[in-house]
């Protein structure tokens, strides 16, 4: 998950040397499934089931897969979309105001690096929710959110978090169902989750040319899951699948991209494969056109134990990993993601 640092005024250490320019995607249409989730229709349980069993396929692979019929209104996508961009278009003096604290992990407010901006807020930084309190264990995960003075963007911001937080519940549960478990098992693990929602800003070429042939580098998610929004623009997320090749992954109206998380893979015994992604700069015909995304990192509560599931371990198959809290797991990779983001390494998380 992106963890980064503004540097308008304070000089950060140089930039890494220009990696090689990355291989083009392999030609390949379909990677990365498109599956509709029917939650904008009566629920229909059969197709719960065959939605499961897909979901279970794609995360046995490549780990990602497009949802659509997912409930989330477009017009709370949109006013998100719109005052995020009116906020990394706006004053700098207002997104400094807002500059995220270096030390805080789930890095709320401002952060920039020569390649992208972005903001982030969760709902456990909102300072009328004690429910979503971390606990005395997890204080470094009690920092607060941090508004800038822009007109309806709080508002946008938590409209869009309370949807996407709903859809990955139903996402849950078809986990659940995917890995023979109770339908409901996950939810008593993500009811004070600590998840942060990050909007993320790609500005057009600069004059000076790219200083690398990625927008945001190789790297994995470190949670459960990620809901991605992702506007228009043709060129950008690129998932590296099981032989090695690079394949985009276009932009669907109306969709979210979902993709699994470390520490799902380390719940589910390794059976579930998170994969490395990328963004990659756009084309020349379109180095003009900034790039928008929201990316909704969902994480377990901070206690909750991350053991193999029952349903993926047996004698000829024992657990690979050692139980661990999800708020330990958290900040233990969330402090390395970070200082490896703010030194522009590509390895991050590997």
Not at 108 to 135: I, V, Y
Not at 321 to 337: C, E, M, Q
Request: net charge negative; charged share 25%; hydrophobic share 35%.
């Amino acid at each position: 998950m992106p963890r980064t640092s503004p540097d308008t005024h304070t000089p950060g250490p140089p930039e890494p040397p220009v990696p090689p320019e990355p291989p083009a995607p392999a030609p390949h249409e379909h990677r990365v499934p498109v599956l509709d989730l029917g939650l904008d229709r009566p629920s229909d349980p059969a197709h719960r089931l065959r939605t499961a069993a897909a979901i279970r396929r794609a995360c046995e692979t490549s780990g990602f897969f497009v949802v659509t019929g997912h409930g989330v209104p477009d017009v709370v996508v949109a006013a998100l979309h719109e005052r995020a961009r009116s906020f990394f278009t706006g004053p700098a003096e207002e997104k400094e105001r807002v500059a995220n604290d270096p030390a805080d992990p789930l890095q709320h407010g401002f952060g920039a690096n020569p390649r992208m901006e972005l903001f982030g807020a969760s709902r456990a930084g909102e300072t009328d929710r004690p429910d979503t309190a971390p606990g005395q264990d997890f204080a470094a995960l009690g920092s607060r959110n941090r508004w800038p003075d822009l007109p309806g963007f709080r508002e946008a911001f938590l409209d869009y978090y309370a949807a996407v937080d709903d859809l990955s519940l139903d996402l849950l549960r078809l986990f659940a169902l995917a890995l023979d478990l109770p339908e409901r098992w996950f939810d008593d693990k993500f009811d004070r989750q600590i998840t942060p929602l990050m909007a993320n800003y790609y500005p057009p070429r600069p004059a000076s040319g790219w200083s690398s042939p990625y927008r945001n580098s190789p790297h994995l998610d470190i949670g459960a899951l990620t809901v991605l929004y992702q506007d228009d623009t043709p060129c950008g997320l690129e998932i590296r699948t099981a032989d090695g090749q690079w394949h985009p992954v276009p932009p669907v109206p109306g969709s979210f991209v979902v993709n699994i998380g470390s520490l799902m893979t380390r719940w589910t015994n390794d059976r579930w494969s998170s994969a490395l992604h990328r963004v990659v700069n756009p084309t020349d015909d379109l180095a003009d056109r900034d790039r928008i995304s929201l990316a909704f990192f969902c994480q377990p509560n901070p206690d909750a134990d991350i053991a193999a599931l029952p349903t993926c371990t047996g004698p000829d198959d024992p657990a690979r990993h050692p139980p661990v809290r999800a708020g330990d797991y958290f900040l233990a990779k969330s402090r390395r993601f970070y200082l490896q983001r703010r030194l522009g390494r590509s390895d991050a998380l590997r």
